[in-house]
């Protein structure tokens, strides 16, 4: 970092400097986080994965497989973020400061790409060797393979932070590529690729060393390539990120995720003549072609929900291939899920906002919302219950049943979830007040679950269903949590 640039960011920061006492309030809120939430998820994984049957199943050729997948996935999900925020983010103002000095764009943004490549290397190395001492805790694979799967891990996170800057760079060509890692990823799963498994995974016979070769060299030539990556960033994409991410970050702030998501959403660019109301004798109809008009005229952030919402079948179809790992790739199916139906239910959503008026057209809130519902449950339901019978019955045939059961029952609870949240409303007041125990104040925790327990409920419902029949009982569990969520928030409506 230049000394302009240090002089600069120095009198940013210290703008506004936090004292002593909000530092430690944010650590201890961040160490409670992990002491409540974070330790009894990861004992919980560490349990299930160290089970003979789990041990066995993630010591096989599939269980590589099913890594080269996710990996591809995780890389072409960079690439599609990047498209929205980048890792070359900074406050507005700043961004119009240095951009508009003669500073070079990877002299402002280096450090920051940097950083997020270092928390990427924490993060996919951290993960990686979690899985590689459970494997060698029972003796499974050597120390040295543990180390060498560690040392993938860290690499696959740059890769897709090199990804990320890609697709901030070069949003056009970002999603190209997207699509390629996906239908690569896809063509993998399909075709079973012996070779690309026995160097995707940590190896039960030590380290391998085609794969760490074919990442480092990845890594190292997307390394190289972000300063010329970061000149390539146009103001325009700069200052529109910046002043989005600073929006976000203030919503993020008051706990109103709802509102996060909404300031990314696209803007309509094609279709503006296109007729969104039409007249028909059927209601339901007209309600129909009014939601997928809207769609349609964000063809960009529509063909992103489609792709979504399709990959969260794949993910189940591979959560019944590798039924030991199945509860972490449940989760990441009803995750995909849940961000993807976003592009079909905006409809639905201004519906929910609308209840505590004056019934439109003469149409009750009731049935304005289960009108405006058909889009968003009838394209999870093709796309997701589709994709995951299709490639099932190629792929795992014999789990079809399975994957019929969670390919309708999961679309129906994610857009229960998106309604529940839709019709969420402020927070108590209740949740604002301090609670202090014999293990410290909670609520900070609670407040956070309460904004977000509606792709909490999903996720919990995506775990549910990859177990099968011995998951039903989970499922319906957290069925009747969301109905009882839909129950009070819908009677509560009017209150808001």
Known sequence: MS?????????WR???????????????TLVLAALIVGAPIGRTVWLRITTETSSSALASSAAGTIAGTVVLGIWAAALLIGRNRGPAVAPPFLVHALTGSDLRRRTVFRSRVLTAAAVAVVVGGGIAAFIGLA??????????AVLDFALR??????????????????PRVAGALAVVLLLLAVAVQVVSAEPFA???????????????????????????????????????????????????????????????AESYQALPTVGRRIDGVRRSARLGLVFVVRDLVGAVRTPARLATGVVTVAGAGAFL??????????????????????????????GLHHAAQVTTDLPLYGVGDGRLLLLHSIVPTGATLLLTGGTAIVLGAVVAPASVPVLVWGGIALPIVVVAAHLSNALRGPAPLFLMTPAPSAVGDPMPVIRVLWAMDAPVLAVLAGVAVSAGAAGTGGFVAVAVVLGLFLLVRWSRRTEH
């Open 3 to 11: 000394a302009r640039l240090a002089a600069a960011t120095g009198v």
């Open 14 to 28: 210290h703008r506004q400097v936090r004292d002593l006492g909000d530092r430690a309030y944010l650590a201890y």
């Open 135 to 144: 494997l060698g805790s029972l003796g499974l694979v050597s120390a040295s």
């Open 153 to 170: 891990g860290a690499l696959v996170g740059v890769v897709a932070v090199v990804c990320w800057l890609i697709g901030e760079s070069f």
């Open 198 to 260: 026995r160097w995707a995974w940590v190896s039960s016979a030590g380290p391998v060393v085609a794969a760490d070769v074919v990442l480092l060299v990845l890594a190292v030539a997307g390394l190289v390539a972000v300063p010329w990556l970061l000149d390539r960033i146009d103001d325009a994409t700069l200052t529109a990120q910046a002043a989005n991410w600073d929006v976000a970050i203030a919503h993020a702030v008051s706990l109103d995720f709802t509102s996060v």
């Open 317 to 346: 179809v591979l959560a019944a291939v590798a039924p030991a790992g199945g509860f972490m790739l449940g989760a990441l199916a009803a995750v995909l899920l849940y961000t993807g139906v976003g592009a079909f239910s905006r």
